[in-house]
């Protein structure tokens, strides 16, 4: 058994290096969880989440929130969009079962930021997703 946010996170990572458009922009090697700030870009960087709980009589059910960061070496904001785009396309209508958890995906908001080192694009994509865990339901 695992946590909901993690079969999430394996979930949308699936997605994303399955999809051709955005491979063509980020190489799959180089999305990941981690914890350091990026050494190659461009690079898409999985893991922040927060999970609430929103259970149901006889369900555990976890309403989740997860960032997938963008982050791209331009003087402009343009690529790291096109990836944002791509991230977006790649997880729409994920609604699959993980690891016992049953999930579905919703887009919920991406916000751009420019990093103070002037070279460096940050966008920040944000997921929606319900969990119902199937093993506390059985």
Known sequence: MTEASLAAQKSLRNHLVADTDLIALVPAADIRDSNARPERFPCIILGEATVVGADAPCMSISELHLTAHVWTREPGTENCKLIAGAVRRAAEGIDEMVDGFDLGFAFD??????DPD???AHGVVTFAALAVDLEEAA
């Open 118 to 120: 002037g070279e460096t």
């Open 109 to 114: 908001g991406t916000r751009y930021l420019r």
